[in-house]
């Protein structure tokens, strides 16, 4: 059963312009949303992260949309790199009480073309 | 900078065998994660630790052991690998006790023939 789910498993988008990526939730104690980012050959890295309290995360390039009641979360790359190709899966958490447990989506790998 | 090591890039090993992966954090983090990444499943959970000597079970925890003797080395035991443990492996850790930004580790691809 997966909890979090990123139905496109990849995306091509020119350089300059806008990647969108999508992920999906169903379990609606999750309260803490993240992406993070995995280049070839190395561990994910944290990119950006928001709390359900938000609707919306900005840090650069990289804004973060969350709707609630869809259970619908994406991120936003403007403009797009190609050093932004990389696979971006999305996670997410509720209040466990010890260490967080994230569950993580499949992923999208994202292709940014010149 | 935050430097999680794990021990081996490639592996491989024979079915049946005992399998270790080693895992050490250099930034004196509380939490210890271990996940495997297969293709078109995204990171499972496999087995967490939240201080020294304490363990949980993740999502997928069959077939795994896992120890942590002291606060800096967290490993992953396969007591008798099986070619469906055939997998990228993937040390994290994290600060706080509620701290869900990780720091992982490049992984280990471990292949049982």
């Known amino acids: 059963d997966q909890q979090v789910k990123q139905n496109s498993p990849s995306l091509s988008v020119q350089e300059g312009r806008i990647s969108i990526l999508n992920c999906d939730y169903t379990?609606?104690?999750?309260?803490?949303f993240l992406w993070y980012k995995k280049y070839p050959a190395e561990g994910p890295t944290f990119l950006i992260s928001i709390s359900s309290i938000k609707d919306k995360n900005e840090d650069g390039r990289f804004t973060v949309f969350l709707n609630k009641s869809a259970k619908h979360l994406s991120l936003h790359i403007v403009p797009s790199q190609p050093g932004d190709s990389a696979v971006y899966f999305c996670?997410?958490?509720?209040?466990?009480?010890?260490?967080?447990?994230?569950?993580f989506g499949t992923g999208t790998r994202l292709q940014v073309t010149l | 900078d935050v430097k999680v090591t794990q021990s081996s890039r490639y592996l491989v090993k024979r079915t049946g065998e005992k399998v270790f992966l080693e895992c050490v954090q250099d930034m004196d983090h509380e939490n210890m994660f271990w996940y495997r990444q297969d293709p078109g499943l995204g990171l499972r959970l496999i087995y967490f630790s939240y201080d020294v000597k304490m363990k949980e079970k993740g999502d997928i925890p069959e077939g795994y052991s896992v120890s942590r003797e002291k606060k800096e080395r967290f490993s992953l035991i396969l007591e008798s690998a099986s070619t469906n443990q055939t997998s990228m492996y993937l040390c994290a850790s994290s600060l706080l006790l509620r701290d869900e930004k990780l720091f992982f580790g490049s992984g280990t691809q471990l292949s049982v023939l």
């Open positions: 379990n609606s104690m999750f309260d803490y």
């Open positions: 996670a997410a958490t509720g209040n466990t009480g010890t260490a967080s447990k994230l569950t």
